[in-house]
């Protein structure tokens, strides 16, 4: 019996803790079905679009968002315990930059033309890795290019877009678009254009929306985490 294809778009941010736990539940609910064929897609969202494009720093960030230190550790400390049971080694003291996400989109959009099967989730994993795991400045031209080499594009022909404007206009326009359609918070899973599932839900709750909606279930959505 051939296997159900099935299109899931994961609408998130790279510099979102919950998106990274986010993708690797979803690859543990697709290991739950061995019948289901997924074509994964990644779309944009920016969770703070007005960082300037060299980034700021990363301390001063935070608190300026959460104030005090504690509520930051707080959240650091929760995330940490959720990443050991999803195989993520959290090191948030490593990250010095909070970036501007953009240009990381821009290179996750031309990964999903690169025709090479996976690249754009390939490179997906590896910003989260190099972000959350590394403390790397994921919106360094030079630690992009490198990421998208890894992924499998052409360093050379990212290395000479990013220093355009190519398809700035175009992320901006899909990030309103997915603001417009209700996505309030990431990571949102729209399975096969009818089913969203909001936030970073368990492998088995994600694995029960995608084989319902590959049964031709009708739409629905699932919220919280």
């Known amino acids: 019996m051939p296997a159900k294809q099935i299109t899931i778009d994961v609408i998130s941010d790279v510099v979102c803790p919950w998106c990274f736990v986010g993708r690797k539940r979803l690859q543990q609910a697709l290991n739950l079905l061995p019948d289901v064929e997924a074509t994964i897609r990644w779309r944009p969202y920016q969770l703070d679009p007005n960082i300037p494009a060299g980034g700021k720093d990363r301390k001063a960030y935070m608190k300026e968002k959460f104030g005090s230190g504690s509520r930051a550790n707080e959240i650091h400390d929760q995330l940490i315990k959720t990443g050991e049971d999803n195989d993520i080694e959290f090191d948030f003291d490593a990250i010095e930059v909070a970036p501007n ?30 972000y959350f795991e590394q403390g790397q400045n994921i919106g360094d031209h030079k630690v992009l290019v490198e990421a998208a080499a890894k992924a499998g594009l052409e360093a050379p022909v990212i290395e000479k877009l990013l220093e355009t404007d190519a398809d700035k206009q175009n992320i901006r326009q899909e990030i309103e678009t997915a603001t417009r359609i209700g996505v309030r918070g990431v990571p949102c899973f729209i399975i096969d254009q009818k089913y969203a599932v909001m936030g970073a839900q368990s492998a088995e709750v994600l694995a029960d929306a995608i084989s319902q909606a590959a049964s031709g279930f009708e739409p629905g959505i699932i919220e919280d985490r």
């Open 101 to 130: 996400t953009l240009d990381a989109h821009r290179v996750i959009h031309w990964a999903a033309q690169a025709g090479t099967p996976d690249a754009q989730d390939k490179l997906v994993g590896e910003l989260f890795s190099l």
